[in-house]
């Protein structure tokens, strides 16, 4: 795959508040199209399907854009904060 | 006054807090200013194009110390299809001048300058604190703000919301709906690093000279979104950006698959051969227009700048909002405070009269149907800049047919792709929502 997000990401700084992710996807068995489409719309590529069909997150190389909470506003399947002030992604050049 | 009283607390350090905290300390006021970030612009993400006249009128002298990249001297505005593009270009030596209208800019360096330009103005700035709540009295009225370190919070006359696109406290608090995946977009961008020397050849600049290309067309694969590439001094910024709702429901790729194909795009290939990429980042971007701009004063309260939803996505102006309804908030804030006034929702309805009074209502007002116009006209994006380059490269190509049958070849393309009903409609709606 030549898009692989993680060789992009691997280019910022990250201060990863361990054991405190700032967004978490609610326990569900079959997620929303919403959930769903953020395997592939969310730019940092932090959300993926696991063997039984469940989205899952890794919150660590997130950009704190927002994408997510927006287009899963409505079904209310994650919960999303800030991280901790001083935590999170630091742009350099932003 | 109380020991933790302050006159008013601006929530954010981006252009529009950062206008907005820098008028009211040099007004006098006692100003704090709360930010996530480690330093102000750590967490801020924009193209970035700063627009000189809006922080002229804030800090007249700003050249002399800002961190600026280049002044823009050409703009290209393309219409990309696979192949190529056909475009307008601007370019011209007036924009050599003392003072240039507009620049490149990193954020995180611009706003750590602002940042300090706001404390050196006498404002307490505080970073590395999240603002989670605002505090209310039993009325409702906004009377201070919680945060992740302070338990007590933090009590102000006023709260100026300047938390960005993004932001929380004025939406969890019920001060504002939440976003539409329709009226936001979401921009991916990289930072490319190239020599200097290198980027002025490639562009044909000197000094600090920059260039601007604007871009839409196929590029993104059918929904609602642009491209940019701006030039730095020693880096170019090159992004791409479309509607949350396309990429959810409409195309197929991922953003970072988009900003791929982009910078693979036989235009660009080339301008970006050999760099070193050090950053990508993410960001939404307001583009709902005037329709989606939320209730913007109460009691105690003002929101300014991105989570106001100031953006003229026509322009591709936004940073030069923020910081004008940063500073009109400060002012009129400040004229309530020193005279002895309220911060109520009647008196600081003020602010709002100053952006209807400003460019900045106006233009959102000029363009409040442009965004139903795409929405409802997705196929403009994608089908125009293919006809236009499909007649660019029929009206060029000598290859021995006659001009009269080459005309005629161009209408009859447009005309079998949209019909002659499709065309005038677009036409005329385009024209309606541009008035």
Redesign the interface.
């Known amino acids: 795959m030549?898009?692989r997000?993680e060789n992009?990401?691997f280019?910022?700084r990250y201060?990863v508040d361990v054991g405190r992710p700032h967004i978490t996807v609610k326990p569900h068995v079959n997620p929303s199209n919403?959930l769903v489409?953020m395997t592939?719309?969310c730019?940092?590529?932090c959300y993926s399907r696991n063997e039984q069909g469940q989205v899952e997150i890794v919150a660590d190389g997130c950009?704190?854009?927002?994408?997510c909470?927006?287009?899963c506003?409505q079904t209310g399947e994650i919960e999303?904060?800030?991280?901790?002030?001083?935590f999170?992604?630091?742009?350099?050049?932003? | 006054m109380k020991q933790n009283h302050f006159d008013a607390i601006v929530v954010g350090a981006g252009p529009s807090g950062n206008a907005a905290a820098y008028t009211l300390a040099q007004r006098g006021l006692n100003v704090l200013q709360i930010e996530r970030g480690e330093y102000a612009g750590s967490k801020n993400v924009q193209g970035a194009i700063l627009y000189a006249d809006a922080l002229e009128k804030i800090i007249p002298d700003f050249r002399d110390e800002a961190p600026l990249e280049r002044h823009i001297v050409e703009q290209r505005v393309w219409m990309m299809d696979d192949a190529g593009h056909t475009g307008m270009h601007h370019r011209s030596d007036d924009y050599n001048e003392d003072k240039p209208n507009r620049y490149t800019i990193l954020r995180a360096q611009f706003d750590k300058w602002f940042s300090r330009c706001v404390k050196e103005a006498g404002a307490t700035v505080i970073y590395e604190t999240t603002v989670t709540s605002l505090m209310r009295d039993a009325s409702g009225w906004v009377v201070g703000v919680h945060t992740d370190r302070n338990g007590e919070g933090i009590t102000a006359d006023v709260v100026i919301l300047a938390e960005g696109v993004n932001g929380l406290v004025g939406r969890t608090s019920g001060l504002r709906e939440e976003l539409k995946p329709e009226n936001v977009a979401l921009a991916v961008k990289e930072m490319h690093f190239l020599p200097q020397e290198v980027i002025d050849a490639r562009f044909n600049l000197k000094g600090n000279e920059g260039v601007v290309i604007e871009a839409m067309g196929t590029i993104t694969e059918g929904m609602v979104g642009t491209a940019f590439l701006y030039t730095n001094r020693e880096s170019i910024s090159v992004g791409i950006g479309c509607m949350v709702s396309d990429f959810t429901d409409v195309g197929q790729a991922t953003p970072h698959g988009l900003l791929d194909r982009f910078k693979a795009h036989p235009s660009i290939r080339a301008l970006l051969e050999g760099s070193e990429i050090k950053e990508y980042a993410a960001h939404l971007i307001p583009e709902g227009g005037y329709r989606a701009i939320p209730e913007l004063v109460g009691n105690g309260w003002l929101v300014v700048g991105d989570a106001g939803h100031f953006v003229n996505a026509v322009h591709r102006e936004g940073s030069n909002l923020a910081m004008t309804t940063g500073r009109l908030a400060a002012e009129t804030v400040a004229d309530i405070i020193l005279s002895g006034g309220s911060c109520s929702r009647h008196n600081l309805a003020a602010y709002v009269e100053a952006v209807k009074d400003s460019f900045v209502m106006k233009d959102m007002k000029k363009y409040k149907d442009i965004h139903g116009f795409l929405k409802k006209g997705r196929h403009v994006v994608d089908l125009y800049p293919r006809l236009m380059n499909r007649a660019a490269q029929t009206w060029f190509r000598v290859d021995g047919v006659d001009k009269k049958s080459k005309e005629s070849t161009i209408v009859r393309e447009a005309w079998r792709a949209r019909g002659i009903g499709g065309l005038m409609g677009d036409a005329f709606k385009l024209m309606r929502a541009w008035r």
Not at chain 1, 63 to 67: F, K, L, Q, V
Not at chain 1, 88 to 94: E, I, M
């Open positions: 030549s898009d997000v992009r990401l280019q910022n201060v919403a489409a592939r719309v730019p940092a590529g950009m704190e854009c927002g994408t909470r927006v287009v506003a999303w904060s800030y991280p901790r002030g001083g999170g992604v630091l742009f350099k050049f932003g």
